[in-house]
């Protein structure tokens, strides 16, 4: 089994990019989405985007509100859809984010790294 890791990521405002918080996200890749806490997304001005229907490992099922921010780790930079966080909830880096920065996981070193991406050829 894999063990986790934290990393180092920016995230900041689309509408406004020189507007960013530094975080120590939790590398997860058994969540589709990022999630970031609540209170530095509404600091950033970033908008709701809508309400979201989530499951969690539990069976568990939640509602959380998403939206577009920027994310930038090490010279990587994305656009991507995040959950806003609730005091409870941890702050994490999901699958769709690494996939959208090129990255993956190295599970022996517990670091990202880039990824080659597979497109389909018609």
């Keep these: 089994m894999m063990g986790t890791f934290h990393v180092a990521v920016r995230v900041f405002s689309l509408a406004s990019p020189a507007l960013g918080h530094e975080l120590e996200m939790l590398v997860d890749t058994g969540a ?19 309400r979201q ?3 969690l490992a539990n069976g568990e099922a939640i509602d959380r509100d998403v939206g577009w921010v920027g994310v930038r780790f ?3 930079e994305a656009h991507t859809l995040a959950v806003f966080g609730e ?6 880096l999901g699958a769709l984010t690494l996939e959208e ?14 990824t080659v991406a597979w497109l389909l050829a018609a």
């Design 32 to 50: 589709t989405q990022s999630i970031v806490p609540r209170g530095i997304l509404e600091d950033l001005s970033v908008p709701v985007e809508r």
């Design 101 to 114: 920065l090129g990255l993956e996981v190295d599970p022996r070193e517990r670091v990202l790294k880039p």
């Design 74 to 76: 090490q010279d990587r």
């Design 53 to 55: 229907s989530f499951r």
């Design 87 to 92: 005091p409870a909830d941890a702050t994490l």
